[in-house]
């Protein structure tokens, strides 16, 4: 089992782009969260899904950010247009649901806006 | 989602037991305690959880106390790979609810 798989593991991006971020979650997992952390905020919960549908998006900082889940298989975050207080590390994770245990954590996306 | 007190950080040598206590003082029946660390540079990675009795695995114990409040992670034999940040989470499961809440959790330092 390859795990949580992100892309990019680096992304340096200029103000006012667009930015993309993709994230495979492990098959048969049928809940997947995004994930920020910033020295300040620490580990902060974006959005989850369970079966491809957005559950809670509370987290979603502003209407620039949206999250996707077309299929099982593939999740995306976009900022657009990013700014420079979006730099940080993004998690995708996924887990199996009640009772399988935890959540298993992709390596992150290192997001830096200039 | 139940708040948890957790020491900014603990310092251990290496190859001696390590505990790590959490309290939890509002938990609810059916909150899980679960702990996650974070090593330097990577994603949190699922450590244990339990309800109410002690838990084993191949990574660590948990302890949880009688009444609930506390919880203690133990680190049998600590390495220096285990230097990390130490999150304690309660998962409340009876509304569904599947989101996990990081606190600023307990920076670990194992000395050689």
């Known amino acids: 089992d390859a795990g949580v798989i992100q892309s990019p593991r680096h992304e340096v991006t200029e103000m006012g782009q667009e930015v993309t971020l993709r994230c495979k979650p492990i098959?048969?997992?049928?809940?997947l969260f995004w994930y920020r952390q910033t020295m300040m905020r620490g580990l902060e919960l974006l959005i989850y899904?369970?079966?491809?549908?957005?559950?809670?998006d509370s987290g979603m900082p502003e209407d620039r950010f949206s999250a996707k889940m077309p299929n099982a298989s593939f999740s995306t975050l976009k900022i657009q247009p990013s700014e420079p207080r979006d730099s940080a590390v993004y998690f995708c994770?996924?887990?199996?649901?009640?009772?399988?245990?935890?959540?298993?954590f992709g390596s992150g996306t290192r997001l830096t806006v200039v | 989602d139940a708040k948890t007190t957790q020491p900014n950080s603990m310092e251990s040598n290496e190859e001696e037991p390590v505990h790590l206590p959490c309290n939890h003082s509002t938990i609810s029946g059916t909150d899980y305690i679960h702990w996650y660390r974070q090593l330097p540079s990577q994603g949190p990675e699922y450590v244990i959880h339990g309800l109410t009795s002690n838990v084993n695995n191949r990574m660590a114990s948990l302890a949880i106390a009688e009444d609930r409040k506390s919880s203690t992670l133990i680190l049998h034999r600590a390495t220096l790979r285990d230097a990390a940040v130490y999150y304690c989470?309660?998962?409340?499961?009876?509304?569904?609810?599947?989101?996990?809440?990081f606190g600023q959790g307990t920076r670990l330092t194992i000395n050689p």
């Open positions: 899904f369970n079966n491809n549908v957005p559950i809670d």
């Open positions: 989470i309660l998962r409340d499961t009876d509304q569904g609810a599947q989101k996990l809440v």
């Open positions: 098959s048969g997992h049928d809940y």
């Open positions: 994770a996924t887990s199996g649901g009640l009772g399988l245990g935890g959540y298993t």
